[in-house]
């Protein structure tokens, strides 16, 4: 068990490196997503794998798996949900603006006149 | 000084700016005089150099004048960070930041092993300071600046600063070979250097300025020595050549503010023209050149009588040698100075009418010279003040000599070299011409230039550093950091000692490791077919469900319904997204990089994989926290669901920051689109086409009539999600989820304008509400004096309702509940609304087709023309 | 009185359908649950009333069960017949068809119901609806005479249908 | 033999059944020639099977002493949502031409999946 | 009274296996496609066992629990799968 | 029950959904509600670092759990005086905001500065790492908001790449912290202190990864070479007064730096012995020479700034990987002085922007407001390299003292001073080119002459240079206080004993269960 558990982090970890190494956002924003999920069963094996054992409390129950990293990854799905969609939004707006969804910024010298921001 | 230059300034110069800086700069002086802890006295050097800058940069339309400038911040600037260095050791070496700790402590300071690297290192600071070998190029580059600068600046103070505190230094410093040998031979060269030079300057400021360096390499030179007569010499020719070369200045400058140029081949017979600066400057000059019963020649004769009792290199002829040849070429100059330009014919070709200035201007040189003529013919007047700055100077390390100050010493040999260098610099006059055409041949290198393009070449060699490394590549800084982070775990392994498990490996059943191949499966296809897009979308929403499957195996249900939902959602904005976005990802990395990722990422991957099966296998060194989570879920949390009650009681705090982070998330999306459609964006959305041509029916009626009843139960659903989420699986975050994906279902089946036009919710409005409502829950229990998000509950019994559980937590996962709804509505509402198309009129109906409102029997609907 | 109960059960079927989710949701049938559940079955439609503006006219529920209950047998009998032929047939001796079903019914609620009937009857799917919504698109697995399954279709479950939705 | 007992075999062949359907649906997944033969097996003989599942599941509660109906409500779900997918997919497969042209409609001129909107005609053809 | 309890055991292997078998074969089609329809169709395919797997899961644990996970996947996994039908059609999912 | 404590994380929560919900269409009262809760915040920081001045740690429990069960605020002085600099700062940034119209030029730029306060408080003051995980979330994707606030497509693109690399930086926290608890079961900080003595040298390297792990992710948020890739084109990009609050962010870094290896992983705790000491202080200073070196080579004013803010971290993060008393002191100094005077620079770039239309560092016809911008300019340049009179070269001081006692003494000597060399010539090279050989270019014709920025603006950057003045004049007790703290830094015991034995909701201490 545990070893299927870690090699499959170890599966979503590498996967979403590959990807978050590519050129282009939208598959570099899955690779974080992959990374992401890695992460959060990383994340709730912190407390171990119990199985069958849910930790709602019922009488005459004495086994529990640990709550607290659940709670954690919790947080932790809600808030990188948040982040996905902001970086979604930015990725596109960036697409938008320019019409090139690369994510290295080498279209253009960082120095140029033409990066001038008229504000 | 001041006086002086007020009259001299054109009116256009900014007055206010200039006596600004030229204060700072002498306040800066001053300090460094008066200063007692050398942390102060750095501070007042650096601002020397600084307010220098300033002061030189002061023409700024001057392109000489800003190069100077930052020639003399760099030079002066470098010089002054080696000082601090020098300084900082000294003090280390003494303990103490005390100029007079340090002076008592000679011997320690010179027996510490520390003390050459702290004497190169102050010995640096002084003669960049101070314009010696070799630093002495930036000097007459400082010329750009208005005279009155340069006269106070170069001969007078600054440069001075130098010499002062290698003079201040001198006690503790002085009398080891390393000094002696530094000083004197940086001195004996500078002198000799900068008087060979002065004498081929046309620019009259120009020889001025190496003249200065010329004398502060003899001053030096003097000190180098480390003999308490050499110091005296030293001290005396310091004064000296304070009073003639700041009249000489003047002068120089009343000659180009009257005659507009300072070159000397376009001057000459001044003397009828101007007779009194004639007088002035020829005083000064002969003084300099030491000329009997003028001040110069007395500190020049204990200078060739202190060079007489030297001997560098062992070998007893060089510095006299050098000394005569030094002095020689200082009087040949200054017998230029004086014939080629004030005697001589007047010429009729000056730029300007030359005449004697006003008396604001020839005043204070002409008291300059006096001072000259006084001290030449009476040095005693001088001698009590100079024994008693050499004797200050000396401190405890010698006592001052007995030497009197007179004009006379009888026949000694400094007399014949002194002799010798006037006669030999009046001789080297007469062959001016023929010496300056040799002097024009000979090759030499020019400063500036050197040293402009010294700076060039290292912002030229930073550009090739920083921009190749800052160049955007995302893909290598994702490298860089993720290299980085593998090799420091791998180096924090290798370092440690592993322990052995103390758990047992649990059995993996069947279906496990089917959940296993498929997510493997997945993951690894994501990687091949993400070109793909949708594709790829696809497989990841396999991977989150096999995920949140797997998170139900081991006993999260709360999880895994989270992870559901979410996943949902990520989908729908995700493919909101792609729509805009092309398809297809082409191929662009060569297969080498694609290699390296491979290998960077199954490095990640095994790392991960260990440090997970690390910590799986074994136990918290003690006992978790969450025990006593699970102990007073109930008694203190009123839940029995523990995550739950973790997430808005125990750690209800996390819980807050995280909804606000959704809220964050929501406001950005939204004021990312406005800015966006208030840009030149909105245009070509406007006219999108669609990459391929859509399949008609956009709001099938099966979808809308299903959904018409489905809505309302996912809504139930939520609620009763919410309801039971304290005690059961649940909570407010995933009802929120549930109710608005409920909501999307609706606007997916008839499409966002019906929908919105029918039912319009203020998200902005539910965001902060919810933010409010779970911070103000928070606050709620101040008013019982408990902390912030302390909850309380109690049970209740409404007939005909069973008993049922009021709890504040319940109150805050509204908020929760709120919160989610509110940023998911947002952030989809403004994905689609970037999809808006101006060709698209808004759909009158729920659905598109319905034969029971639009029926002409067996008729024409009116979307039938035009079909394919 | 009819305005307030109309504004009050602007889908009664709904609100019954709510009451009797929310009573399966909490897993028991006591008072209190089918009085929570009245009221949120009364709330929610309220709520949702605006996205359900054109009121579905005249329902029989009492045939409406009958017709649930023939296709619900319909259903058991007619998997058996597929997971046979999926299982037996080979690929190449499938005869797959499109039928088309020319359509009698106008109610929007009628034709999703028969749509999603056709569908979950296996061995037909019910796969796109013309674009005036007079007849309906029907791909059966696999079927020697088409015709038959288009008279079975109208047959069966249109003919109930009509009589439920008047 | 007492009601329990009787109602945990009835669970298991239950049970039993939803699997073989299941199963089924999946074989028909993998097996069947082309996109439209493909949407039979698992939309209904593979609800048919979770269905199976779920009144197992129900039953297994009753013969547990504690009796519980909600699964019932799943099962609805999934088969008022299945034709919907259903119908979905094989507009995908009318659209994406992934299967033979069916026969026009008989009293309207055109399937509403080929009603394209005419402005995405002007620039791109429809073979996709 | 021990043969029920046997059978039943039995009878969940048989579904857990089945179901997992199930799910693989779903993964095969997906991957093979051929075409976008095929995709969706495995992945609602998939989603469906998935709830078959839990609902499995709550009958082996004789645990309600997992209840409204099942719940909620059945309503949203149909949610996604139309979304997916959706994009192939017309691009933009909610207009 | 005092709640001030709680207030910097709580004010600007309630301020920014107000502004969202109630102001969400009228910038004037936006406005008025931002600065007052800025004021407000000012006023409650002092309060608070007034009353930690004399070493009380003020602890307040969450929900009444106790810790390490649940989230506790600990202020401390160190914490209070971060969440002091970030208010006055805070204040600054939003009068110019306010006078040069940033605020107005896209949605929200209150709300979300709010909120980002917010974040910075909340990581400043918590004693919870899970916690401070969520608050470094926070105040990144308000950080989000505001660097791409008003659009552009340079600023959307960078803004890609900050948030792609910084979504790295969380989940390579999100596996620090399940390391951590992983091998520790808790995630209070005190809590860890003292679990992680527990560690037997049999069986270190569970707790040397976590440690590793978590220093690497504080490392990316203080730029640490080469972690530092996100900040230069965000910090350029982003709206001046942004830009400015920016400073404090990576100072958040450092702070948790400090606080994580002083308290929880010691120095001298044989666990995470050997960690990272061969290769922190290199790092650091490779990260001051690149910075310095970037100030020559930047092309753009803002470029030049936000270089010249990697070298400073570069700065701080030498003292600080000294791991002594003495270091950390100057690190404090260093980081305070370093956090002004980046602002101030980013601010005067802004008026610059205003006055010139442009940032390239080419000669260009003079600006508008010249005199007045070039001394303001001159002065925080000289702050920023270091130069005197200005804190800088005091703080320079301080670091080389610091150093001297470092078996890479050579090296951090060398390194500072030369780079600061560098940093001179960069920064006079480009105020030359700026300032004074504008005089050399005429006007080009026909291009109306740009507007000259508001008396606001002006003021928010005398504030902060006065600041930087104020606080060289009071150095010695500024540096005095910087003693204190970390004393007090480096004998948590106080600060340990007041979170864990403080008795909570059902719960007491440990200490007297037994
Ligand atoms: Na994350
Ligand atoms: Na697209």
Known sequence: MEFLIASAIGMLTAAGLYLVLRLRTFPVILGISLLTYAVNVFLFTSGRITIGAPPILRDGVSTYTDPLPQALVLTAIVISFGMTAVVVMIALGAYLGSNDDHVDDQTHEPDEPKTEEPS | IIAYARSYLSRDDNMGEFFKYLLLFQGAMVGIVMSDNILLLLIFWELTSLSSFLLIGYWKHLPEGRQGARMALTVTGMGGLAMVGGMLILGQIAGSYDLSVILQNRDLIQESPLYVPALILILLGCFTKSAQFPFHFWLPHAMAAPTPVSAYLHSATMVKAGIFLMARLWPVLSGTTEWFVIVTTAGLITMVLGSVIALFKHDLKALLAFSTVSHLGLITMLLGTGTAFGAMAAVFHILNHATFKAALFMSAGIIDHEAHTRDIRRLGGLRSLMPITFGIATLAALSMAGIPLLNGFLSKEMMLEEANHTVLFNTPWLVPALAVIGSLFSAAYCFRLISHVFLGPVRDDYPAKPHDPPAGLWLPPALLVVLVVLIGVAPFLAEPFVKLVTGSLLGTAADVPKNYFKIWHGLVPALYMSVAAVVGGALLLMAYKPALRLWDAAPRPEAKVLFEGLVEALVRLAKSIIHPLHNGAFSRYGAVMAVTVIAAGYHAWVTGTVGDATRQLQMASPVAIAGWLMLIAATVGMVFLHRNRLLSLILIGIVGLMVSIGFVFVSAPDLAMTQITVEVVTIILMLLALNFLPNQTPVESTVLRRMRDVGIAAAGGLAAFVMAYHYMLRDAVTAPISEFHLANSYKGGGGTNVVNVILVDFRGFDTYGEIIVLGIAALLIYALTETLLSSNVRAKLLNRKPDQPRAGNEHPMMMVVLTRVMMPVVMMVGFYIFLRGHNEPGGGFIAGLIVSIGVVMQYMASGFNWASARLRYPYHGVIGAGVLIAGLTGIGSWFVSKPFLTSDFTYVRIPPFQEFELATAAAFDLGVFLAVVGAVMLSLESFSRLARRDNVEENKHAFDIDPSRDDPPNGVSPKTEGAS | MNKAFRWLFPHPSLTLILTVVWTLLQNDISAGMVVFGLILGIIIPVLTSAWWPDRPRGFRLGKMLIYISIVMWDIIVANMQVAWIVLTVPNSKLRPAWVVVPLDIRQPEAISVLAGTITLTPGTVSSDLSNAGHSLLVHTLHTDDPDAVREEIKNRYEARLKEIFV | MTLATLLTYLSAILLVIGAVFTLVGAIGLVKLPDGMTRLHAPTKVGTVGVGAMLLASVVNSYANGEGSLHELLIMAFLFVTAPISANFMAKVHIHRRACDEPPAPLRDDTWSTYDTPKEDLEHVDTTV | MMMPDDIMGWALVIAFVVTALGQIMAMVRLVIGPSTGDRILALDTMVINAIALVVLLGISQGSRIYFEVSLIIAMLGFVSTVAYARFVLRGDIIE | ?514
Request: glycine share 8%; hydrophobic share 55%; aromatic share 10%.
């Open chain 6, 1 to 514: 029950m005092i709640h001030w404590i709680i207030a910097p994380v709580v004010m600007p929560a309630l301020v920014a959904p107000f502004i969202v919900l109630a102001a969400r269409y009228h910038i004037g009262i936006q406005r008025v509600l931002s600065l007052a809760g800025v004021v407000a915040l000012i006023a409650v920081a002092a309060g608070l670092a007034w009353q930690a001045s004399d070493g009380t740690v003020t602890l307040y429990q969450l929900g009444d759990w106790a810790a390490p069960f649940g989230i506790v605020i600990v202020g401390d002085a160190l914490s209070t005086m971060m969440v002091l600099l970030t208010s006055v700062l805070a204040l600054f940034a939003l009068l110019y905001a306010i006078g040069s119209g940033w605020d107005a030029r896209g949605r929200h730029f209150h709300a979300l500065f709010q909120f980002q306060l917010m974040g910075i408080c909340g990581a400043f003051l918590t004693g919870d790492l899970f916690n401070l995980f969520v608050f470094f979330e926070v105040l990144l994707i308000a950080s989000y908001g505001l660097m791409i606030h008003s659009g552009g497509n340079v600023r959307l693109r960078a803004g890609v790449q900050y948030v792609l690399f910084n979504l790295l930086g969380s989940t390579l926290f999100l596996f620090a912290l399940g390391a951590i608890y992983a091998e520790t079961g808790t995630l209070n900080m005190a809590d860890l202190a003292q679990r992680a003595t527990l560690i037997s040298e049999e069986a270190t390297v569970g707790l040397r990864i976590a440690a590793v792990l978590l220093l690497l992710v504080f490392a990316i948020k203080a730029a640490i070479v080469p972690l530092h890739f996100w900040l230069p084109s965000s910090y350029a990009e982003a709206p001046a007064p942004v830009a400015a609050l920016f400073a404090i962010m990576t100072k958040v870094g450092a702070y948790a730096i400090i606080r994580v290896y002083t308290m929880i992983f010691p120095p001298d705790l044989e666990a995470t012995s050997g960690l990272f000491g061969i290769w922190l202080l290199p790092a650091a200073l490779i990260s001051l020479a690149l910075g310095m070196v970037g100030v020559l080579a930047a092309r753009k004013l803002d470029r030049l700034i936000a270089f010249s803010v990697i070298g400073s971290m570069g700065m701080v993060m030498v003292s600080t990987a000294l791991f002594t008393p003495v270091g950390i002191a100057a690190a404090l100094y260093y980081t305070i002085h370093s956090t002004l005077a980046a602002a101030t620079l980013f601010l005067i770039s802004d008026l610059v922007r205003t006055g010139r239309g442009s940032l390239r560092l080419k000669p260009m016809p003079p600006i508008a407001g010249a005199s007045l911008t070039a001394g303001m300019f001159f002065a925080a340049a000289i702050a920023m390299t270091g130069l005197p009179p200005l804190s800088g070269f005091i703080g320079k001081l301080l670091i080389l003292d610091a150093g001297f006692s470092s078996p890479l003494a050579v090296w951090v000597w060398a390194t500072i001073l030369i780079s600061s060399l560098i940093s001179v010539v960069g920064f006079a090279r480009a105020g030359s080119i700026v300032f004074w050989k504008a005089r050399s270019v005429a006007p080009e014709e026909g291009g109306e002459p740009p507007a000259a920025p508001t008396p606001l603006s002006y003021l928010a950057v005398g504030g902060l240079l006065a600041l930087l003045v104020a606080y060289t004049v009071f150095a010695g007790k500024a540096h005095g206080y910087m003693t204190m703290i970390s004393k007090q830094l480096f004998a948590p015991d106080a600060y340990i004993s007041t979170v864990l034995d403080t008795p909570g909701k059902l719960s007491k201490p440990k200490t007297e269960e037994k």
